[in-house]
């Protein structure tokens, strides 16, 4: 048998990692643009031709298929033309990581499955927990912000229950802000809790939640008799990448006696700024916090983490089964406090990263992405078409084409298609969103090696872009009133 990955076939993986890193190294050196313009009919009949029921062609072959199918057609978060969501260049040393955590192939749910496994992603659970200042605290990673966040409503709920003998779970609310990431609503609605449950606090014209309104609004929820269980925070708001004032949210927090969870999915890289640590300040008063290390730490999809400020809090989620975690075992288990069974060992990649770069370069890679925001902002603060919509704490750039003389209703109707053309031909990769009801085009910086002049190159790109959709859309825009 030569397919399977044993003793024997230790050779042939050598030869297998040693072609398919090459032909990786190749796209890398080659490819010149963020995607290659391939139309989804293309993309479509190309995955379709495929014929998943035929002979296998062997290892080699199914590799260069791969290449040529689906590595040279990938949208490359690595091409400085790439500025649309929340994806980072991956770091090297996690790079590596990731080939031996699949060769090697723990899952880290039982420590019997897992043996230092376990302890390194303890291990590293307890740093992140250090630097959110939670000295007893304890976590587990996850698949992302989305499950991150799920395990802290659940988590949040259990203790209200726990903490208030005979809540019904339609009493149950949490508050969060219109700039709350999606997935605080998917986790009310699959812990069971009530479609109006998320109550949505005011926000400052930043989308910041405002701490006097959740004060105001803790109240409502008392005077109508309900009980609030949680309040989210984010830290690093997806749309505009903007903090909460935690400390303010946690004085309001702990006045009411609320469970306090930070999603720090994209902030978390300020856990190691060197200049910008500050603006995590309260996050030490938190319950719980999500992390997504794929977002700011360079670390390869997935990295995530859910981390509370007491271990013991963890507790409220144990469940135990006699074939895999007994509750006598006297060995940790993650599966205990896991919403995942078996589960990769994400945590060796930003381990090998820690050992490669230190906490400090991280940070100092963390920096140098928001400090080419600011200069991005200030690009656009004197640009005389493309404005400037929004301020942000972190590396988004909100902006639309409008010159002066054109209207909105033209200028937002540019934004969709604008950024069609350019994922069409290949170019360059930006976001759409909508900002106070109207649309409006989006950069995510996440890659710290991308140059003030590569994006000012992507920016004059939407500016010719818009030019000459509005230049194509004119006769028709003057015969319609
Ligand atoms: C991206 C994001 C999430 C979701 O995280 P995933 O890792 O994509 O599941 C949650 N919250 C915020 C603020 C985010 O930006």
Known sequence: MTELLHAATADDYVATMRATVDAVAHRFRTTTRPFSGASLEHLQELVDAVDLDGPGQGTAA?????????????????????????????????????????????????YDQSGIGTLVERRLVAWTAGRLGFPAGGGVFTSGGTQSNLQGVLLAREHARADVPGLRAEDLVVLATASSHFSVQTAARLVGLAPDAVRLVPTDEDGRMRADALAIALRHVERDGRHAMAVVATAGTTDRGCVDPLAAIADVCDAHDVWLHVDAAYGCGLLVSPTRRHLLDGVERARSVTVDFHKAF??????????????????????????????????????????????????????????????????????A?????????????????LRLLARTDLSTVLFRYQPDGLDDARADALVAPVRRALLASGRAVVARTVLDGRPCLKLTLLDPTTALADVRHVLELVRRTAADTLADAQPLAEVTP
């Open 298 to 367: 360079f670390q390869p999809v997935s990295s995530s983490a859910f981390v509370v400020r007491h271990a013991a809090d963890l507790r409220l989620l144990a469940h135990h089964h006699d074939y895999l975690n007994p509750e006598d075992a006297d060995e940790p288990n993650q599966v205990d406090v896991s919403l995942q069974t078996t589960r990769r060992f994400d945590a060796l990649k930003l381990w090998t990263t820690l050992r490669a770069l230190g906490p400090d370069r991280l940070g100092e890679l963390w920096d």
């Open 62 to 110: 199914a590799v260069r298929e791969v290449d040529e199918l689906v590595v040279r057609h990938a949208v490359w978060y690595h091409d400085p033309a790439y500025l649309a969501h929340l994806n980072c260049p991956v770091a090297l040393p996690a790079v590596a990581a990731e080939a031996v955590l699949a060769a090697v192939n723990t899952s880290v749910d039982t």
């Open 369 to 385: 992405t928001i400090d080419l925001a600011v200069g991005v902002h200030a690009l656009l603060a004197d640009d005389p078409d």
